[in-house]
């Protein structure tokens, strides 16, 4: 009977003493995983913010989650999205340069990286990046799309019918087929007309 008021009032005691001065009980060892579900909820929050497309206010808290470092490359991964999809290509840019860093191969951060230079006006080092990946990855019709779509932004038309070709042989079921020839054929006449006017 002595030890379980000895433990009582031991147990007592340690309450009294964990309690804080706003009179929050805080247990031994759960201080770290109250700051990191702060961490979660920060990241949680700027998801929403992120799908309400705030993006200033998504970045915020993607930085202040970012700071928790099992949470910090998903954040990072989270904040290049977000300055991509807020035109803040330089951010952008040097964020997915940064995580290709770290994966190399990953196709996808490759195919996101020149897509924001494109964006950028860096066509020339997009353009490589695509035929990287056409090269790697010459099943994948969505680079071979986007590398055709640099091709207009140079206003290279000469190049187009290679890969236009390529595109109607391993992809001939591709919506963007008619749309490609469409946009190639005005081009072409756009160019006729300039030359007509340049006599």
Same mark, same amino acid.
């Given at each position: 009977?002595? &030890?379980?008021?000895y433990l009582s009032v031991i147990?007592?005691?340690? @309450?009294?003493?964990?309690?804080?001065?706003? /009179? #929050?009980?805080?247990? @031994? /060892?759960?201080?770290?995983?109250?700051?990191?579900?702060?961490?979660?909820?920060?990241?949680? %929050? /700027?998801?929403?913010? *992120?799908?309400?497309? #705030?993006?200033? &206010?998504a970045i915020e808290y993607y930085?202040?989650?970012?700071?928790?470092?099992?949470?910090?490359?998903?954040?990072?991964?989270?904040?290049?999205?977000?300055?991509?999809?807020?035109?803040?290509? $330089?951010?952008?840019?040097?964020?997915?340069?940064?995580?290709?860093?770290?994966?190399?191969?990953?196709?996808?951060? #490759?195919?996101?990286?020149? *897509?924001? &230079?494109?964006?950028? /006006?860096?066509?020339?080092? $997009?353009?490589?990046? *695509?035929?990287?990946?056409?090269?790697?990855?010459?099943?994948? =019709?969505?680079?071979?799309?986007?590398?055709?779509?640099?091709?207009?932004?140079?206003?290279?038309?000469?190049?187009? $019918?290679?890969?236009?070709?390529?595109?109607?042989?391993?992809?001939?079921?591709? $919506?963007? %087929?008619?749309?490609?020839?469409? =946009?190639?054929?005005?081009?072409?006449?756009?160019?006729k007309q300039e030359e007509i006017?340049?006599?």
């Amino acid at each position: 009977m002595h &030890k379980i008021k000895y433990l009582s009032v031991i147990f007592f005691s340690l @309450f009294i003493i964990s309690c804080n001065t706003t /009179g #929050k009980l805080t247990l @031994f /060892g759960s201080e770290k995983q109250v700051i990191d579900n702060l961490y979660v909820e920060y990241m949680n %929050i /700027g998801d929403v913010y *992120y799908s309400l497309e #705030k993006y200033d &206010k998504a970045i915020e808290y993607y930085k202040k989650a970012s700071e928790n470092d099992e949470l910090y490359w998903s954040c990072f991964y989270k904040l290049a999205k977000t300055y991509a999809l807020s035109s803040n290509w $330089a951010e952008a840019s040097v964020s997915f340069e940064k995580l290709l860093e770290r994966d190399p191969e990953n196709s996808n951060l #490759k195919a996101s990286l020149a *897509y924001i &230079k494109a964006l950028n /006006g860096q066509v020339e080092e $997009a353009k490589k990046i *695509y035929e990287e990946l056409i090269e790697q990855f010459p099943e994948n =019709q969505l680079f071979l799309e986007n590398y055709i779509a640099i091709l207009f932004l140079e206003k290279n038309t000469a190049e187009i $019918a290679v890969p236009l070709s390529v595109l109607k042989d391993l992809f001939p079921e591709s $919506a963007n %087929i008619t749309k490609i020839e469409n =946009q190639l054929k005005n081009e072409l006449e756009k160019q006729k007309q300039e030359e007509i006017k340049k006599e």
